[in-house]
């Protein structure tokens, strides 16, 4: 058996459903959810889930039914109309509510935790992580995840960005 | 009235404009995001008929509002409202995506979001979701549903942000000065200790203190100046210099030999109580996710208090009293010079609090790459056999090489750092010696002062500012000594939520009678596990509960040890409410048997008489043949001494649970529970082990808890359980004829064995029940 034709049995084997946009017609129903239209079949509710949240967040997104039964994997949002990645991406947003942090006001090392004052997208925020470097994940060299002590997410895009003295403040955190 | 959590006025105003009354509102709570995912106040109200969303904004950001309450009200702006009847909601549902958390609910069959919270409300929704879903059940909200602490993300008192949202302790509005004399109330009990070591102190301060003016003031002026008081007196001097030298040591001896001593037991005394406290706290306390953080940092808070006794409280002391004591002296001697001391301080302060913390940071910064550095190469040389199985030698080589280089490139920094910081800061340090001597220096030539002075002034210098820089650190170290403090009263006052009655009834043979009455209970607040649960054992029978994993079948059986108690409902052993027996009868006449077997560090014998310490070696001989586990031991090299657990000999999946079931055995419970006591062995072993089973179940009450439904074919009566509920209950042959869930699953697991070659068919399986 050649590489090939071995591969495409493992596809076969793995049963990935890789959709396709002509086929998928996302809406959005009047309860504020997602649901799917695939060929003939719908699907009233549907639940998205990126399988790389961190390093690709547009691309492998699992489209899993009300129970939990994955339909089919997106590969790359952008193969999809503008108006349907938008509905997706409204759902992605909330399973991963990830604010990013556009600047810092405050952020001040207190009692053994850092207090934050800070905009992000998504409005102004307080909150407080642990002073220990777990609380601030390098995803790449310049981008930064941040959880504070509520299990709430941030992130950073580049931490260069923000002002010389936070930028300075969180490189010795990490 | 309002519950859960108090509406402020303008949100009061606001609702009373969609017609709901204050006096209607029997739950409230506030969200912290919109809809779509932005920073925002929402406020959700339920009266007997309806849930209510209100939404506005404020101009200004809601969190820096919250300082001054006053202003918020002229700015807040309603944006949205909305409502919908109970009658029209189903299936009301709090679920936790990552980072917020949303609540659902089926609306006139429609499923809905009704309102998005932040991860840090999560706990307060779920509150509200087990209590709007009692009103949907229209059942009165009583006081009693609103016991829970109520979760405030802020203090009070000073608006900040709670660091750990489980507890609601606000660092900064601390009582430090309680904490403190808690504390100190620990000392009064080594009374002597304490008083020789402030004693000793004092003593060993007066002398330093003494020491330079007598090496300078006294040796210089009078004893070697002609016309000195002591004039020529060399060797007398001496000998009282090196005598007070002498005294001084002697006394630094006896101080550090007292307070190692007093240390080691104080804090001995403190990880005693802390240990005795935790054994004493419910499951709960351990299993909950915030407090599992409160553990581990237990450890590291009675090191900050040993440090608190050892090193802080001592030298806090030590240096004040210095610190005074030689000022003092230098404004008696010479005022002005005294001041002009003082001139290199503020820089030196200057640098301890600003230029010092970025040289911690960078050293803290290599030990983590050090470590890092250091698990990498742990992680490769322990999983050498699979580098070198998928021939990934020069991957794990230059992986290394990067960690390495991050090593190498921090050092250097560090080098850098120190190398310039401490030659500029001995020099700060110097310049107070070089003012000194410049004017001391002139003073003496004009001889406005003596030699004498000048060189106890010296003397006094190093003495000046080591105090000071400790002293910068003081309030620092001691709010995280306070902190730390605090966090191990919290464990020492923490009330186990499993707590015995004072009149609790004393049940010395429990007959194994089990009943359980609507019992409601999840480990969560709004998330319950298991709904609703009604059955009951007859004494002696053995019940098998089945279902796939998460159904709640181990949670069934922590209900009836009474590691956790029900939220609804009750669960009663011989016709009592287990709340109401004393914990200790209980515990002593439940036995476990779990999939997981935990084996304690030491030897055989001793693990299997863990429950029964004082069992004679016969007993334990007795206990492992019933068991099976005889035969494997005595093969063993040191028999039934062999020691296990860490570090300890390696024994097999199957072995570990013969030793469980020795355990059981000697153990010698009225009721007994075996959860998925087969579920980690392979089927041959379980065989062997199904013996030993059979003989520990006869003669008492059994729960057999398992998803191999061959472990249960001795069962009187089974249970299915899923997602929480019961769904059928009743005998094998039952069971079989409904052709439901127990059905399907005996058919299902007929399908995995075929795969494996053994073909049985249904007869045989359901069979093995009978013989």
Redesign the interface.
């Given at each position: 058996m050649n590489r090939n034709s071995r591969e495409e049995g493992l596809a076969e084997y793995a049963h990935i459903n890789y959709l396709k946009p002509e086929e998928c017609r996302f809406s959005l129903?009047?309860?504020?959810?997602l649901s799917l239209t695939l060929n003939t079949e719908t699907y009233?509710?549907v639940f998205a889930y990126r399988a790389f949240?961190l390093s690709f967040g547009d691309m492998y997104i699992s489209i899993r039914d009300e129970k939990d039964k994955e339909i089919g994997i997106i590969r790359d949002l952008a193969e999809f109309p503008c108006d349907q990645q938008e509905l997706i991406r409204l759902e992605l947003?909330?399973?991963?509510?990830?604010?990013v942090i556009t600047s810092v006001i405050k952020m001040k090392e207190?009692?053994?935790?850092i207090?934050w004052?800070v905009n992000?997208d998504?409005?102004?925020?307080?909150?407080?992580t642990?002073g220990s470097?777990d609380s601030i994940l390098p995803i790449s060299e310049h981008r930064l995840l941040i959880m504070?002590?509520?299990?709430?997410?941030f992130e950073i895009e580049d931490f260069r960005t923000l002002s010389p003295k936070i930028a300075k403040q969180i490189e010795?955190?990490? | 009235m309002h519950r859960l959590e108090p509406l402020p006025e303008h949100i009061i105003v606001a609702f009373e404009n969609h017609g709901i009354e204050p006096s209607d509102v029997v739950l409230c709570a506030a969200t912290d995001l919109d809809r779509n995912g932005n920073f925002a106040e929402e406020w959700l109200v339920a009266t007997r008929e309806k849930l209510c969303f209100l939404s506005g904004e404020t101009i200004s950001p809601p969190q820096r509002m919250a300082r001054r309450s006053n202003h918020r009200k002229q700015q807040w702006r309603e944006t949205g409202y909305r409502e919908i009847a109970l009658a029209d909601m189903e299936e009301l549902k709090a679920d936790t995506l990552n980072g917020n958390g949303v609540l659902m609910a089926t609306v006139k069959g429609q499923p809905e979001i009704l309102c998005r919270y932040s991860n840090t409300m999560s706990r307060k929704f779920g509150q509200v979701t087990r209590l709007v879903s009692k009103l949907m059940e229209d059942k009165e909200l009583t006081d009693a549903d609103f016991t829970e602490e109520v979760y405030r993300p802020t203090c009070p008192t000073c608006g900040l942000l709670y660091p750990d949202s489980a507890r609601q302790v606000c660092p900064k509005c601390l009582d430090r000065r309680a904490l403190f004399l808690r504390v100190l109330s620990f000392l009064p009990k080594y009374k002597k200790e304490v008083t020789l070591i402030l004693l000793c102190m004092l003593a060993s301060s007066g002398m330093q203190i003494a020491s330079p003016y007598l090496g300078g003031r006294i040796l210089f002026d009078e004893v070697l100046t002609p016309g000195g008081r002591y004039s020529g007196q060399l060797l007398p001097m001496l000998l009282l210099m090196a005598a007070l030298q002498l005294l001084s040591v002697g006394l630094s001896i006896c101080y550090g030999r007292v307070n190692a001593g007093l240390t080691a037991r104080v804090v001995f005394d403190l990880k005693t109580q802390v240990f005795a406290a935790m054994q004493r706290l419910s499951l709960g306390f351990f299993t909950s996710r915030e407090t599992g953080n409160l553990m581990t940092r237990v450890n590291q808070d009675a090191i900050h208090l040993q440090y608190f006794f050892h090193d802080g409280f001592p030298y806090f002391i030590v240096n004040a009293v210095n610190l005074t004591g030689v000022m003092t002296v230098m404004i008696i001697m010479n005022w002005r010079l005294a001041l002009l001391v003082l001139i290199p301080v503020p820089i030196i302060i200057y640098a301890v609090r600003n230029v010092f913390p970025k040289l911690w940071s960078v050293f803290s910064r290599r030990h983590r790459r050090t470590s890092a550095l250091n698990s990498m190469v742990n992680d490769s040389l322990t999983g050498i056999r699979v580098v070198k199985a998928f021939g990934k030698e020069e991957t794990e080589t230059r992986r290394f090489a990067a960690r390495n280089k991050d090593v190498f490139a921090i050092n250097m920094r560090a080098g850098y750092i120190t190398s310039t910081l401490f030659p500029a800061m001995s020099f700060v340090m110097n310049v107070g010696g070089l003012i000194v001597w410049s004017v001391g220096g002139w003073d003496v030539l004009t001889d406005r002062m003596s030699f004498g002075t000048l060189w106890t002034f010296i003397g006094y210098l190093g003495m000046l500012y080591g105090p000071l820089e400790f002293m910068t650190h003081i309030v620092d170290w001691w709010s995280s000594c306070m902190n730390s403090a605090q966090r191990i009263f919290e464990i020492l006052d923490a009330v186990p939520d499993v707590a015995e009655k004072i009149d609790a009834i004393s049940i010395p043979r429990i007959e194994g009678r089990i009943e359980m009455e609507n019992v409601v209970f999840g480990y969560e607040p709004g998330k319950p596990v298991l709904k609703d649960i009604t059955l009951s054992v007859e004494p002696g029978e053995m019940l098998g509960v089945i279902g796939y994993s998460g159904a709640g079948k181990s949670t069934l059986a922590n209900l009836i040890s009474r590691l956790y108690d029900p939220q609804e409902g009750c669960v009663k052993i011989d016709g009592h409410d287990v709340r109401d027996l004393r914990i200790a009868d209980l515990r002593n006449q439940i036995g476990m048997v779990l999939q997981e077997t935990f084996l304690f560090a030491g030897t055989i014998a001793e693990n299997v008489a863990y429950a029964k310490p004082d069992a004679t070696v016969e007993d334990i001989i007795q206990a492992c043949k019933v068991a099976q586990a005889h035969d494997f031991i005595v093969k063993l090299p040191n028999g039934y001494e062999t020691m296990i657990g860490h570090r300890g000999q390696n024994l097999s999946g199957g072995e570990r649970q013969r030793l469980a079931i020795a355990r059981a055995i000697l153990h010698n419970p009225r009721i007994l529970i075996l959860d998925e006591a087969t579920a980690s062995v392979d089927t041959e072993t379980e065989q062997g082990i199904q013996e030993g089973l059979e003989r520990l179940v006869e003669g008492r009450t059994t729960i057999a808890i398992a998803h191999r439904l061959s472990t249960l074919r001795n069962a009187d009566k089974l249970v299915v359980m899923d997602k929480g509920k019961i769904v059928e209950m009743g005998t094998h042959e039952e069971l079989l004829e409904l052709k439901g869930h127990y059905y399907k699953m005996l058919e299902n697991q007929r399908q995995a064995l075929k795969i494996r070659g053994v073909d049985v068919s249904e007869q045989e399986l359901a069979g093995r029940r009978v013989g």
């Amino acid at each position: 058996m050649n590489r090939n034709s071995r591969e495409e049995g493992l596809a076969e084997y793995a049963h990935i459903n890789y959709l396709k946009p002509e086929e998928c017609r996302f809406s959005l129903t009047d309860g504020g959810f997602l649901s799917l239209t695939l060929n003939t079949e719908t699907y009233p509710v549907v639940f998205a889930y990126r399988a790389f949240p961190l390093s690709f967040g547009d691309m492998y997104i699992s489209i899993r039914d009300e129970k939990d039964k994955e339909i089919g994997i997106i590969r790359d949002l952008a193969e999809f109309p503008c108006d349907q990645q938008e509905l997706i991406r409204l759902e992605l947003e909330r399973r991963y509510f990830t604010p990013v942090i556009t600047s810092v006001i405050k952020m001040k090392e207190e009692f053994g935790y850092i207090y934050w004052e800070v905009n992000t997208d998504r409005g102004m925020r307080r909150f407080t992580t642990r002073g220990s470097h777990d609380s601030i994940l390098p995803i790449s060299e310049h981008r930064l995840l941040i959880m504070d002590v509520g299990g709430n997410r941030f992130e950073i895009e580049d931490f260069r960005t923000l002002s010389p003295k936070i930028a300075k403040q969180i490189e010795a955190l990490m | 009235m309002h519950r859960l959590e108090p509406l402020p006025e303008h949100i009061i105003v606001a609702f009373e404009n969609h017609g709901i009354e204050p006096s209607d509102v029997v739950l409230c709570a506030a969200t912290d995001l919109d809809r779509n995912g932005n920073f925002a106040e929402e406020w959700l109200v339920a009266t007997r008929e309806k849930l209510c969303f209100l939404s506005g904004e404020t101009i200004s950001p809601p969190q820096r509002m919250a300082r001054r309450s006053n202003h918020r009200k002229q700015q807040w702006r309603e944006t949205g409202y909305r409502e919908i009847a109970l009658a029209d909601m189903e299936e009301l549902k709090a679920d936790t995506l990552n980072g917020n958390g949303v609540l659902m609910a089926t609306v006139k069959g429609q499923p809905e979001i009704l309102c998005r919270y932040s991860n840090t409300m999560s706990r307060k929704f779920g509150q509200v979701t087990r209590l709007v879903s009692k009103l949907m059940e229209d059942k009165e909200l009583t006081d009693a549903d609103f016991t829970e602490e109520v979760y405030r993300p802020t203090c009070p008192t000073c608006g900040l942000l709670y660091p750990d949202s489980a507890r609601q302790v606000c660092p900064k509005c601390l009582d430090r000065r309680a904490l403190f004399l808690r504390v100190l109330s620990f000392l009064p009990k080594y009374k002597k200790e304490v008083t020789l070591i402030l004693l000793c102190m004092l003593a060993s301060s007066g002398m330093q203190i003494a020491s330079p003016y007598l090496g300078g003031r006294i040796l210089f002026d009078e004893v070697l100046t002609p016309g000195g008081r002591y004039s020529g007196q060399l060797l007398p001097m001496l000998l009282l210099m090196a005598a007070l030298q002498l005294l001084s040591v002697g006394l630094s001896i006896c101080y550090g030999r007292v307070n190692a001593g007093l240390t080691a037991r104080v804090v001995f005394d403190l990880k005693t109580q802390v240990f005795a406290a935790m054994q004493r706290l419910s499951l709960g306390f351990f299993t909950s996710r915030e407090t599992g953080n409160l553990m581990t940092r237990v450890n590291q808070d009675a090191i900050h208090l040993q440090y608190f006794f050892h090193d802080g409280f001592p030298y806090f002391i030590v240096n004040a009293v210095n610190l005074t004591g030689v000022m003092t002296v230098m404004i008696i001697m010479n005022w002005r010079l005294a001041l002009l001391v003082l001139i290199p301080v503020p820089i030196i302060i200057y640098a301890v609090r600003n230029v010092f913390p970025k040289l911690w940071s960078v050293f803290s910064r290599r030990h983590r790459r050090t470590s890092a550095l250091n698990s990498m190469v742990n992680d490769s040389l322990t999983g050498i056999r699979v580098v070198k199985a998928f021939g990934k030698e020069e991957t794990e080589t230059r992986r290394f090489a990067a960690r390495n280089k991050d090593v190498f490139a921090i050092n250097m920094r560090a080098g850098y750092i120190t190398s310039t910081l401490f030659p500029a800061m001995s020099f700060v340090m110097n310049v107070g010696g070089l003012i000194v001597w410049s004017v001391g220096g002139w003073d003496v030539l004009t001889d406005r002062m003596s030699f004498g002075t000048l060189w106890t002034f010296i003397g006094y210098l190093g003495m000046l500012y080591g105090p000071l820089e400790f002293m910068t650190h003081i309030v620092d170290w001691w709010s995280s000594c306070m902190n730390s403090a605090q966090r191990i009263f919290e464990i020492l006052d923490a009330v186990p939520d499993v707590a015995e009655k004072i009149d609790a009834i004393s049940i010395p043979r429990i007959e194994g009678r089990i009943e359980m009455e609507n019992v409601v209970f999840g480990y969560e607040p709004g998330k319950p596990v298991l709904k609703d649960i009604t059955l009951s054992v007859e004494p002696g029978e053995m019940l098998g509960v089945i279902g796939y994993s998460g159904a709640g079948k181990s949670t069934l059986a922590n209900l009836i040890s009474r590691l956790y108690d029900p939220q609804e409902g009750c669960v009663k052993i011989d016709g009592h409410d287990v709340r109401d027996l004393r914990i200790a009868d209980l515990r002593n006449q439940i036995g476990m048997v779990l999939q997981e077997t935990f084996l304690f560090a030491g030897t055989i014998a001793e693990n299997v008489a863990y429950a029964k310490p004082d069992a004679t070696v016969e007993d334990i001989i007795q206990a492992c043949k019933v068991a099976q586990a005889h035969d494997f031991i005595v093969k063993l090299p040191n028999g039934y001494e062999t020691m296990i657990g860490h570090r300890g000999q390696n024994l097999s999946g199957g072995e570990r649970q013969r030793l469980a079931i020795a355990r059981a055995i000697l153990h010698n419970p009225r009721i007994l529970i075996l959860d998925e006591a087969t579920a980690s062995v392979d089927t041959e072993t379980e065989q062997g082990i199904q013996e030993g089973l059979e003989r520990l179940v006869e003669g008492r009450t059994t729960i057999a808890i398992a998803h191999r439904l061959s472990t249960l074919r001795n069962a009187d009566k089974l249970v299915v359980m899923d997602k929480g509920k019961i769904v059928e209950m009743g005998t094998h042959e039952e069971l079989l004829e409904l052709k439901g869930h127990y059905y399907k699953m005996l058919e299902n697991q007929r399908q995995a064995l075929k795969i494996r070659g053994v073909d049985v068919s249904e007869q045989e399986l359901a069979g093995r029940r009978v013989g």
